[in-house]
């Protein structure tokens, strides 16, 4: 059953919007779940968006969801159409319009990798287990779909978070379901994020991920769909969280105190291209490029009070400015956590804002309009 929801919260998010000359626009929130976390969202084939967004249950056991919403008019209003019984934090859509989202836990029990697929634009959810029959357990940490109809886990085994096992794992759509195979694995902390260049699916898919290894800050590639691998970048610069490439072949990064580097030749030679003095983005910042070449980078700036931090860049990475930057009134934490662009040039940014509160969570969307 469909629940239309608007984003008429109080006078505590009805902000003005921040104006960026980079946007030529406006951000708006034009969604606010409440009592909800956003955690994900995506720009579907078709055009339409769909985001996800986990309950506010502080309990250990559960039982715990997370409310996906659509947006079928680029952006402007949302309903909730479907509930994935337990907490998903990544979703990716499939060229044929499939969504999978992972997470590790179900309803009830928590601490293993799980994938969900929806094949009718997240009104109904399948789950499976991309790590079936293997020992310890797998640990998700994104996910995303390739040109190819392939999807692409990536995670950390080996039940502790500092003798932690890399793990990528490629999963082949069948008639019964995803067949998950191993594509790279080695001794390292875990990886953050993986990324797949946009492109025909008669190529191979073209894959990054970052993290952290040996280095705290890694980045691996594969250019033949996970069959062979490389470590394109490796220092002590923090720890790698967002990673994502552009139609260009153009590799952008994100981490830890806001650092953003950029390669234009696969990963051979790397540029720092933004960072922000005194910035704390603490949990899994985000990086997207668009098809007209620009980039948003995502997260927050702050430790004890947290303010929801979106930068841009129009000129692939060359100049930036802060496009959004908002903290409700009546609340101490504001953070984005996931963002989407879609064909045309309308991006969408999902997070969370809280104030210490859990019935008042609140998992506000904020859209920039295309130009």
Known sequence: MKTNHTCTIGAALLL????????????ETVDALTPWRGRAIVADPAGDFISLAIDNSTSSSGPVSTAVSLSSDTGLT??????????ALKLTAAPDGTLYASGNRSATVSGHALVWCSLDQGATWTASNPWAGQPAALISMDLVAGNSGAVYLCGWVNGTYSGGRWIVRKGQPTPTGLSWTTVDSFVGTQPNSIAVRPGPSSQSDYLVVCGQAKSPWTVRRSADGGATWATVDANPLGTAQGVTVGANGSIYVIGRNWLVRKSVNGGATWANVDSVANAQPAYGPSIKTDLFGRVFAIGWIGTTTRTWLVRGSG???ATWITADSFLPTGYTSAQAVGVACDA???????????????????APIRRLAAP
């Open 344 to 362: 045309l040039g309308n991006v969408c940014v999902v997070g969370d804002v809280e104030n210490g509160t859990a019935s008042a969570d609140v």
């Open 16 to 27: 003005m919007p921040f104006a960026s000359a980079f946007a030529q626009s406006a951000w």
């Open 78 to 87: 949302w309903e909730t159409v479907g509930s994935i019984p337990g907490y």
């Open 315 to 317: 000129d692939g990475g």
